[in-house]
């Protein structure tokens, strides 16, 4: 991979190696050489995050890289042209990856395009956010060991959703069923696939994963009663009471505990939501190492090649 | 211990092993086994803080941890919940210790009895603030080698300070004599301690320990003459020529100069203030060693030992 | 060197020999052994910096270094003293390097002459900015291998500019010729340097060095239009035509496209702007090792040397 910007560019081999690798990194399977000098990863988040930054920070220090946090003044940002210079600023003085997240779409992939160091895409606006695709894709996986005919629901804020874009491409690749349900102002008519009521999702899907309502991406707040939406769109306990045995649920944090899904249902048995925190670091292993190797930056190996390769 | 939260929790003995820990740190006679793969400690600062946050930084640092600098907005960890929620995130992501402030009473203690990892309580609103207290005791302890009967003073705002409170606990299990010294209004009557006009205290304490003015933890902004709190309750020249002769002062910082104390005293002969900075790195240092090796989750070794094991 | 404060300070030999070391250090002729106890460096950035902050963390990192990032709130740090104490603490705590920008003039320099330890002049209000001026230095050395005789103009806001300060003292002590070119207002008459129009300077100067207009530095903001500016004080398209043949763009950065500079020119041939970042970290790199080794806190050598020392 040149970067790693947009689930639409990744073939469905790509992404089932990225899933195997993490895998690997989570069992120490794969090990990183830690580089003898500093490899410097500059994360750009121009806009607030604590939780993808965190879990950026802590899985470049797992590969023995080094985070640069870079903490932009968002009066200074607004332009394209200042991202860039930061950017290529960044690059100037080390870095040897940029992790960029920003709150308009494709700047991302404008900057990545003129780069001369790998980008990952942390999110852009209501484009993609392909590194938490790849966390839940690890999370669904580890449950049903496949991903063709699974039944999988995005349930929420599909219209704003970065999330819900990425996952929808990336499970269509994978032969998965991709079903969306929301109230008719968040539905999203440039993706084509099916809305379903979620008295339905919760009673036919393998997959429930829910969407953070973003208040910060509504032009004009809409006032809702948060009870209301929940018994009308959300997961209350008696809908989670009717689904499939198996079926598991997700939802990319922070929750709105009581909006999206139940206060008491955010810990239960069928919630993989801190699990898809733990998988999201080792996932973000699994990218980075994956660009510093095909560009030749950091090299891996098998830490079982490596045991072989010890004197006897 | 489980968790380093108060000093009404540690006995006598728990403390004077931390203290003894403290001072083994300081003089290199114990030294962590720098863990091979990355053992991160997240600190959690809802509310402002350098010193104390720094100080932490430079003591996982010289451990061989990682700090995870968390920083919130303000805005969004208004509620118990979201403070549970983030320590969880921290813990999902790979943190092994949390290091949490909070201007919130008891929010601390709440959320370390849901945690799997150990917590340490850097300062919870007017609640505790163990780990300043046990680098004064250390500083105390540095000078005269005992607790038992030795007269400490805490003087100022001591219905506001955590910092009074966990003094004045651990004072008390060490057998020291406690007493206060404030205008009537800063008096904590739920404390069992005598007061004493500040007069009398120069002239009969070993220890005399100058409390912050904490303007940030007034309701309502109490207009007063610097000048005027100084000469009535503070510690000025004239008093500190009336200390007995091994007397000493101390003052958690940041000092505000000419109100607490006179300016010129700061880094006068008595004055501890600065060594008790250098001694907090070293008993913080204690406190995270000790928790993560009851915990089994980071060993540490007696550097002569390792000598021993030497091939010789 | 005890500290590094001002350009004033340094001789021309001192000067020749940083712009060596950091050649060293580029080339990896020059070594840091790297420390086995944590080594920490202070950044105290009492005003917004991304850039200089960022460089000379990465610069503390490949030295070995730990960098330690105090975020001050501008509304605590107004006063010299608090400025003094928090410098002292971080002394007190652990630091063995300060590196510290600070809003005012000469407050720098007032905290350094009562500090243990070594520090670094990262900026002080209008007054230098001297790992700056290395920089840029190197990067004239690279294109020229001599100073002696070259003609360097400094362009645009001279009256605010420490970098403008800082360059005009180092390159008259290296006998490089240094004029100024500025509208008016912007002109230093404390500064004995003569004043040339812009467009004899593209014609006669084999360095431009362009200064960033300062919007934060001046008391009231000067309404311009920004395209006037350009094409009265500002290097255009076609004033870049006029150029010698070998002549050279500096800009130290941020720049204010299509204002100091036509947006187009930022990465023309002749620019050696982005180059200048790559410098910076060299530069620092060699600023702090030369002060680490000169307090005999942390020592260097010949990468080659340590090559003749291996076992044969």
């Known amino acids: 991979m040149k970067h790693f910007l947009s689930m639409k560019d990744v073939s469905e081999y790509e992404i089932q190696q990225l899933v195997k690798r993490t895998e690997d990194m989570m069992l120490g399977r794969k090990e990183m050489v830690h580089p003898t000098t500093p490899v410097f990863v500059a994360n750009l988040f121009f806009e607030p995050s ?3 930054k965190m879990s950026f920070t802590i899985a470049e220090q797992r590969l023995g890289l080094k985070p640069l946090d870079f903490q932009p003044e968002v009066s200074s ?12 600023t960044l690059e100037a003085i080390g870095a040897s990856l940029l992790v960029i997240r920003h709150p308009e779409d494709h700047v991302v992939q404008q900057v990545a395009s ?5 980008v990952i895409n942390a999110g852009d606006g209501t484009g993609e956010h392909p590194t938490q695709s790849l966390l839940d894709l690890v999370t669904i996986y580890q449950e049903f060991r ?14 704003h959703s970065r999330v819900a874009r990425s996952n929808a491409y990336a ?3 994978l032969g998965a069923k991709v079903y969306f349900s929301s109230k008719p102002e968040w539905q999203d008519q440039t993706l084509d696939f099916p809305y379903l009521d979620i008295d339905e999702v919760v009673e036919t ?8 309502i973003q208040h910060e991406r509504h032009d004009q707040r809409q006032s809702f009663e948060q009870t209301e939406y929940l018994l009308n769109y959300g997961l209350t306990v008696e809908r989670e009471k009717r689904m499939k045995p198996h079926a ?3 939802h990319p944090a922070p929750v709105n505990r009581g909006v999206e899904i139940d206060d008491c249902l955010v810990e239960c048995e069928r919630s993989r939501i801190f699990k898809q925190m733990t998988n999201g670091v ?7 190492s994956n660009l510093l190797e095909d560009w030749g930056i950091h090299n891996e190996y098998q830490a079982s090649e490596r045991e072989a390769l010890q004197p006897q």
């Open 205 to 212: 899907c393998d997959v429930v994963m829910l969407l953070r």
């Open 248 to 250: 598991i649920i997700l």
């Open 50 to 52: 604590t939780r993808t």
């Open 77 to 88: 940002v607004q332009k394209g042209e200042t991202v860039y210079d930061t950017a290529k």
């Open 282 to 288: 080792y996932a973000r292993m699994a990218v980075m």
């Open 171 to 173: 499970l269509s690749t």
């Open 114 to 118: 003129k780069m001369s160091i790998p």
């Open 146 to 159: 496949r991903f063709h005919g699974l039944k999988v629901a995005i349930v929420g804020d599909v219209k």
